[in-house]
Structures are given as structure tokens and as C-alpha cells.
């Protein structure tokens, strides 16, 4: 039996990202594993995550459906999936961290000019295609280095599509990739006991949490949600220059590692977790 700090840790985490997946969407990984990892084992979190992840964005769509464009959603879809797998494959021939590490400091650079520029410009170009490129780039990089999530949220600003607009696209993209990896985490062995008795503490908080923020979100405008989703992609940016930074420290050969046995079907599924 877990000790009570470990369950205090497990309901903590659960509650905030809940709330932080309820109120923009997005972030689930990064609000919860701060506190997940301190608890359990990084096989336990990952698919933990990806479970309780996909019931908050299931729990959230019903109010996302009259702002769902099917047109507009497919290409993401189709491209995310196809671009996860192919992500994946390659972790064995290209190093993560730097890649976090270039990805986190472009997010900062977006949000500094975003801040800076008094009505930021729309993109109106590329149509479907470009729309796909975005769902693909995103689905690869979630596969390679857990960082799925940002590339879909700024093209969804760029687009200049309003905050129900920007959910309808973003809320189904992340509960497909999650369900995606969820799937690989029960072919990958990874669903245990273990893993099932967090589940049963973490799923139901979880969802309280995405209620209560579903609840701020109807009371946010259009400027108040950009405002939060700004603010949501400096901390990621941050997050991904800080935890990279230790990383190449803590082992600079990080950079060269390539090769592992058995690291692409496992490192994928945990990989995907921490960009969501």
C-alpha cells in the first residue's frame, strides 16, 4: 500500500492538471508530472497521464461539439497520427533534449513578440495543407520529443480563430494523440496493477478538476483565454529549456546515445506523455 504522501501527490497533480486541461485544453503532462514523479515510476505516469488526459478532453467535448469543424479538424487528426508513429521511430537516430531545448526557446521568442506587437498578425494562407503540415509537425514532434502539444496551439492563434474556435481544433487533437498512446501503452504491457490502482484514485480527481475549469473557461473572452494560453506555452518554454538544460548535464552523452534495444516501443509511449 502507498504511503500517504505518495496519494497526496497522486490527488494533487490529478486535481491541478484536471483543472488546467478543463481550462485551456492542453497541458495535462506538464501540470501533472510535477507532481506524479515524485510519487511513482515514469511507467506508472506516463500512461497515467494519457488515461486521465483523454477522460478530461472526453468530458469536455459535449461543450466543444457546436465548435468543432469537422473540415478543419480532419487534416489535423490525420496527419497527428501518421506524424506520432514516424516520431517514434526515430528516437534512436536523433536526440530529444536539444530538440526540447530549441523548441522551448522559439516558444519563448513567440510569446515575447506576441506581447510586443499590438494586434498580431493572421495567417490566411496554405488552406488544408498547411493546417495538415501544423497536425503532422505536431504528432512528430509529440513522438520524438514529447512535445505535441504547443506547435497546434500557436498556428491555432495564428489563424486568429477565437477561443472556442482554437478548442474545437486543439481539445480533439490531444484526446486522439492521448488515445493513441494509451492504446501503445496497453500493447506495450505498461497497464498493471499498479498502474489500475492510481487510475482508480486519479481518474475521479481529475475530472472534478476539468469540471471546475471548464466552469472558468464559459467566463473567459476571446483576449482573457489568449492571455492564458500565452502564459501557458513561457511556462512550457521554460519547463523544456530547464529540464533539457539538466538533462545534457546530469548525462551529456544524451547527445550521442542512440541505438537502445527496446527504447523506441517503450521511450515512444513515455516520451509522448510530457508535451501534452
Given at each position: ?6 496519494i497526496?501527490?497522486v490527488v494533487a497533480g490529478?486535481?491541478?492538471a ?5 481550462l485551456?485544453g ?5 501540470s501533472?508530472l ?9 511507467q506508472?505516469?506516463?500512461?497515467l497521464?494519457?488515461?486521465?488526459a ?5 468530458q469536455a467535448?459535449?461543450?466543444?461539439a457546436?465548435?468543432m469543424?469537422?473540415?478543419?479538424l480532419?487534416p489535423?487528426?490525420i496527419?497527428g497520427l501518421?506524424?506520432?508513429p ?9 536526440s530529444?533534449q ?17 506581447a510586443m ?5 493572421v495567417?490566411r494562407g496554405?488552406g ?10 505536431g ?9 505535441s502539444g504547443p506547435?497546434?496551439?500557436?498556428w491555432?492563434?495564428?489563424?486568429g ?7 474545437g481544433?486543439?481539445q480533439p487533437?490531444?484526446?486522439?494523440i492521448l488515445?493513441f ?6 500493447v506495450?504491457?505498461?497497464l ?8 482508480a484514485?486519479a481518474l ?10 471548464l466552469?472558468v473557461y464559459?467566463?473567459?473572452?476571446d483576449?482573457g483565454?489568449?492571455?492564458?494560453v500565452?502564459?501557458f506555452l513561457?511556462?512550457?518554454?521554460l519547463v523544456?529549456?530547464?529540464t533539457?538544460?539538466?538533462a545534457?548535464e546530469?548525462d ?5 546515445d542512440?541505438?537502445?534495444?527496446g527504447?523506441v ?5 513515455l516520451?509522448l506523455?510530457?508535451?501534452k
Amino acid at each position: 500500500m502507498p504511503d500517504a504522501g505518495s496519494i497526496a501527490l497522486v490527488v494533487a497533480g490529478a486535481a491541478v492538471a484536471g483543472f488546467m486541461n478543463g481550462l485551456t485544453g492542453t497541458g495535462y503532462a506538464l501540470s501533472a508530472l510535477g507532481f506524479w514523479l515524485h510519487a511513482v515510476p515514469p511507467q506508472v505516469a506516463a500512461p497515467l497521464v494519457a488515461l486521465c488526459a483523454v477522460g478530461g478532453h472526453a468530458q469536455a467535448l459535449p461543450r466543444m461539439a457546436a465548435s468543432m469543424d469537422w473540415p478543419r479538424l480532419r487534416p489535423f487528426l490525420i496527419a497527428g497520427l501518421i506524424g506520432v508513429p514516424l516520431g517514434v521511430a526515430l528516437l534512436d537516430r536523433i536526440s530529444a533534449q536539444p530538440l526540447k531545448l530549441t523548441v522551448g526557446a522559439l516558444l519563448l521568442v513567440y510569446v515575447g513578440w506576441t506581447a510586443m506587437v499590438r494586434t498580431p498578425p493572421v495567417v490566411r494562407g496554405g488552406g488544408r495543407i498547411a493546417d495538415a503540415a501544423i497536425g503532422f509537425g505536431g504528432g512528430f514532434l509529440g513522438g520524438l520529443a514529447s512535445i505535441s502539444g504547443p506547435l497546434p496551439i500557436v498556428w491555432a492563434q495564428l489563424r486568429g480563430w477565437g477561443k472556442d474556435e482554437q478548442r474545437g481544433i486543439t481539445q480533439p487533437y490531444n484526446m486522439a494523440i492521448l488515445a493513441f498512446v494509451l492504446v501503445a501503452a496497453a500493447v506495450g504491457g505498461l497497464l498493471d496493477l499498479s498502474f489500475l490502482f492510481w487510475a482508480a484514485i486519479a481518474l475521479p480527481i481529475s475530472m472534478l478538476g476539468t469540471r471546475a475549469g471548464l466552469a472558468v473557461y464559459a467566463r473567459l473572452s476571446d483576449s482573457g483565454f489568449r492571455r492564458i494560453v500565452l502564459a501557458f506555452l513561457a511556462v512550457s518554454g521554460l519547463v523544456l529549456i530547464g529540464t533539457s538544460i539538466r538533462a545534457l548535464e546530469a548525462d551529456p552523452g544524451l547527445v550521442q546515445d542512440r541505438g537502445q534495444p527496446g527504447r523506441v516501443l517503450r521511450g515512444g509511449v513515455l516520451a509522448l506523455q510530457f508535451g501534452k
